[in-house]
Structures are given as C-alpha cells and as structure tokens.
C-alpha cells in the first residue's frame, strides 16, 4: 500500500479562512497564514488553498495571500480559484504554490488541463470535481458548487485523466461538512476507474472516517477542513491513529 496523506484545506473568503456545510452557511475559521504554519509545523502532508469565490466574482486568485502562505510552509502546496489560463498557473508557480487546482475553468475548456500540463507537467494539475448525487447518479457542479452541469462524474474523471491532469481532488457536496463520513460509493468508484490519485474531500467528522477511507477504497489522501480548523482532530493525534490501523502514513 502506497503511503497514504493527510491535506488540510484553507478555503479563503475575503482573505479568511471559511468553513460551511454543504457548500452553504459560511463561518470564519480564522488566518490563513496562521493556520497555513500551524499545519505545516503539526505535520500535514500538504496544504490546499482553495479561493472559493473567486470564479463567481470572476477575479484571479489572491497572489499576495499565496506569497505569503509559501513563504511560511515547506510542504506541498495547492492552490485553486479563478484560474482561467496557462499565464495564471505562471503567477501562481511563481508566488510559490507547487501545484494548482483546477475546477469550473478545466470544464469549461477542457484542453485547459492538456495546456497547463504541457507547460508545467502533469505533477502540477490538481483536477477539482464537485459531485452531488441526484436521480440519475452522481453529477458535476462548477461554481463552487452553485452550478449543475449534465456531466456524469465517471465520465469526467476519465476525461480529466486522459488529458493530463496528475491528480483528482473529488469533493461530495452532499457530505461536504456534515462529518458523517466521505463519500466511500464515488469515491471507491472513481479510485478504481482512474490510474493517478484521488484526493477525497467532503465529510470527515472522525478518526474512523479516515481509517475507512484508506481501508475500503484505493484513494490517495484525504482532505478535511473544520475538523482542522477548530481543532477537534489534532494532525498528529490522526497520522498516529492511522498508523496503528497498519494505514502506512507520509
């Protein structure tokens, strides 16, 4: 079993952190800097900073928060929001994030994904899939998950995989701050159909959320927020916990 990692994610509101439920019902989590150190220090694997609205505001991600995030974090370091172009993916690798993430933007333009890995590599492109399960099996929303789409999630991962991307970042929205555990049917479905790794997102409330995660499905890393933010799981404590699991941990 390949080393398993541990992501906290920053989603960024007007400079803040955010955390909600369901995509909704946004609260303040605090600095992002400061959380962006404590993480680093705590030993996270790697950091995603995920600017949520900036496609809605259709505005280019916070370079100057990135700056400063890298500056203070020596882990692997995701950034997504607003990128619409190869020339965005440049400034951002430039303020120091080691890989971007892209969402709305790669379906809209799919090429989007072929374009920034033939400039950056494949190692660089984070694919981020919102997917909400409704009547006729899981789907894709763009918008930070404002935006239904007639994509079929399976569909698109292996869409998104053929052209380049390096990784899947896979978030159900219909577990998405509940803390009643990921997503273990698409996120099983979608690490079997794909050859690069999956990162699930979405519903981490427990140690055993993990466990059950890196046990029952072949996903790469798992991603949280609140659960970090405020402290209910210590970073330690759970890369601890795992390993006791026989779970081989970064």
Request: hydrophobic letters at 40%; one cysteine or more.
């Amino acid at each position: 079993m390949l080393k398993k990692r541990i992501i906290p994610c920053l989603d960024i509101k007007n400079g803040r952190t955010v955390k909600g439920v369901n995509f909704v019902s946004l609260m303040d989590a605090g600095d992002p800097v400061e959380l962006a150190k404590a993480y680093a220090k705590q030993g996270a694997d790697e950091l995603v900073f995920l600017d949520i609205t900036a496609t809605i505001e259709n505005r280019s991600t916070l370079i100057h928060l990135v700056e400063r995030i890298a500056h203070e974090v020596n882990i692997p370091f995701t950034v997504g929001g607003g990128i619409n172009s190869v020339e965005d993916v440049a400034a951002l690798v430039k303020a120091g994030a080691d890989k971007i993430s892209i969402n709305s933007s790669a379906v809209r333009k799919p090429e989007l994904i072929s374009e920034i890995a033939g400039q950056f590599g494949s190692q660089c492109v984070v694919v981020a899939i919102d997917t909400k399960n409704e009547e006729n099996g899981w789907m894709v929303y763009t918008h930070g998950g404002r935006t239904p789409t007639p994509i079929f999630t399976l569909d698109w991962v292996k869409q998104a995989e053929q052209l380049g991307a390096g990784e899947l970042l896979l978030t159900s929205m219909n577990n998405d701050g509940t803390k009643n555990g990921f997503a273990l049917d698409i996120t099983g479905e979608v690490a079997n159909l794909v050859n690069i790794p999956v990162i699930a997102s979405g519903g981490a409330g427990t140690k055993e959320h993990f466990s059950d995660i890196f046990l029952k499905t072949k996903t790469s890393a798992a991603l949280a927020a609140s659960i970090f933010h405020f402290n209910e799981i210590p970073i330690p404590e759970l890369k601890n916990y795992l390993s006791e699991q026989n779970i081989p941990m970064r």
